[in-house]
């Protein structure tokens, strides 16, 4: 039952990533939008993709499964965590390309997915491990919806945004 919860929100999350990849040029996919000439500080494509990345990983070890496969780099650790400022890449020199953050975030989200829909209700009740989102998040079960939903969809915002400015449109 809060399986369900949790994966109508990422359904809709993944959903919506993917069309707003839609027409997206790769060469211009780490640039950050221009207004009169001036760059804007916004989180461009590569780096949402690339910092979304890394939170599936810690859902499925939370649920017992192995995140081997989408466990994030170092190198993602450093360009992506929370802490890092999105910069400028014009010339595809600081960050990995489109491709691969997009590959990366698609593989990690499916994995979590499948971790979500074979936990148990009673994983979902567990007090949060994590102590700095815990008076956020009291739960494991609210803070993967978060990490699946609300978290993917806030930075779908800046997407949407960093498309318009660039000329795209909405997706």
């Known amino acids: 039952m809060i399986a369900s919860i949790i994966l109508q929100s990422a359904a809709l999350s993944l959903g919506y990533s993917e069309r707003l990849l839609k ?3 790769p ?3 780490a640039q950050m939008p221009q207004v009169d000439g001036k760059a804007i500080q916004a ?3 590569t780096f949402i993709f690339g910092h ?3 939170y599936p990983s810690r859902i499925v070890v939370d649920l017992g499964g192995d995140a081997t496969p989408i466990q994030p780099t170092d190198a993602y650790q450093t360009h992506f965590s929370p802490q890092a400022t999105c910069q400028d890449d014009p010339n595809g020199n600081v960050y990995p390309t489109l491709d691969e953050v997009t590959s990366r975030y698609f593989a990690a989200m499916k994995l979590a997915i499948a971790a979500i829909e074979a936990a148990e209700d009673s994983a979902f ?3 949060n491990p994590n102590e ?4 956020k998040f009291a739960t494991k079960g609210s803070m993967h919806n978060f990490y699946l939903g609300g978290h993917v969809m806030i930075h779908m915002g800046q997407l949407s945004t960093w498309r318009r400015v660039m000329g795209l449109g909405p997706a």
């Open 125 to 127: 009740a567990v007090e």
């Open 43 to 45: 989180n461009h494509p």
């Open 52 to 54: 979304l990345s890394l």
């Open 132 to 135: 700095r989102m815990r008076a």
């Open 27 to 29: 060469e211009t996919a």
């Open 23 to 25: 027409d997206i040029a």
